[in-house]
């Protein structure tokens, strides 16, 4: 079901601020899904044309009028004055959010930088004029650095008060804990929403790479291989995807991408590529183990891809599996040393010479299940992949979205629907 969803904050991008990269993130998460947005700030502009920012002066914590509220208040005064601005930002706010099911308010509900913004939206969520979300990246009650400006009265025990009809979104558990502590055991339940990460940005993914790890659902996965080859006999392929099978047999969600076209200078190439997709298929990893070379670009041309894609792959991936039987180098120990990659190669002399012993080895005659049980506990033990997994998996923007953001907004339309059924 399409929302349409407001999202208000004292500032938008291109502000620079956490909260603000925050509201950036959401905003295109949403359109992506389908739904209406709107950005209600004080400051910014609008940073994506299908979510327009309606500037409100009056929403910025740096408002002359607002500044000189907060000097008042900071002296413990409540005067006309502060009632006047309350008044007239309740105005502004009740004839933008009227045709809105959603307002997604940034921290205006638990922190004082804005108290008149505070008081006109603790009064609009009093009238349930729209199903207002509080995200609380910061709370006001419990950093001891503002409490000097707190004062035991009103308007500032709006701040640790829940609001009559809020949901309450904390961004970690830390932060929930803070509201439970001010709230008491009366207070509403606090979801536990988390800030994430754009992994294709950040990992700098050409179009390609973002549309493979889409597709193979790399962002899922337990584990990543990266096997970056030529297909022909002397890498001994047939190693990796009976290893990856192992690995599939003990309930592992893996995936092992090999990047190569056949070898060119061997006709009999092409055969072996052949009793690789047979061997797969018998073992029943066709979906698990992934040669690029029989997959389809997104015109539905048989798949080419260069050093480019191939560093991306690179970045994607968890580890690397190099069983190659002969080798004259090893470009694949350099470049997944500069990749920071953990690796497991044939203990080959080559690929010896260059890794030395900072790396994993294993014995060309090594069985499938040998080689899969030195792949697990490498898995169980190293921190640094099990970190990255749980970023991967959990704080991605679009995990976040998945497993938190959606679910909210669904349980939010499933119960507004009995109230339109019956108006």
Known sequence: MAMYIAIVHYSA??????????MRAHTELLLSAGHKVVILAGRGNTFDKRAPLIRMPLLDSTHPGI??????????????????????????????LGDADVCIVHNAFTLHKNL?????????????????????????WTNPQYLPALYDGEPWNLLKRPAPGVRYVAVSRDRAGQLATLWGQDGPPVIQIPNGVDGPAFL????????????????????????????????????????????????????????GPPGPHNVTNIHYVRQLDELRRSLAVERQVILLYLERDAAGRPMRIGDRVVADLYALSDALLFPSKQEGFGIPVLEAALARMPAFYSDIEPLRELAGDDTHFFALDSSPQAIADQIEDWMRNDRIYRLRRRVIQRYTWQAVYVNHIEPLLMEIAQQAKPQLDTK
């Not at 991008?13 to 925050?22: A, D, H, S």
């Not at 199903?131 to 006001?140: N, P």
């Not at 970056?228 to 995807?241: F, G, H, Q, V, W």
Request: charged share 20%; net charge positive; hydrophobic share 50%.
């Open 67 to 96: 500044l000189a509220v907060g000097k008042e208040l900071a002296q413990g005064v409540v005067s006309e004055h502060f009632v006047e601005l309350r008044s007239a930002v309740e105005h502004e706010l009740r004839d933008q």
């Open 13 to 22: 991008p291109p502000i620079i601020g956490g909260v603000e990269t925050v």
């Open 116 to 140: 008149p913004l505070t008081a006109a939206l603790c009064n609009l969520s009093a009238d349930r004029l729209v199903q207002m979300v509080a995200w609380c990246h910061d709370v006001a």
């Open 204 to 259: 700098r993914l050409g179009p390609t790479a973002q549309r493979l790890a889409e597709r193979l659902a790399l962002w899922h996965q337990d584990l990543v291989l990266l096997l970056p080859a030529r297909l022909t006999r002397r890498k001994n392929i047939e190693l990796a995807i009976r290893t990856t099978a192992s690995l599939v047999a003990r309930g592992i969600k893996v995936c092992l991408i090999v990047t």
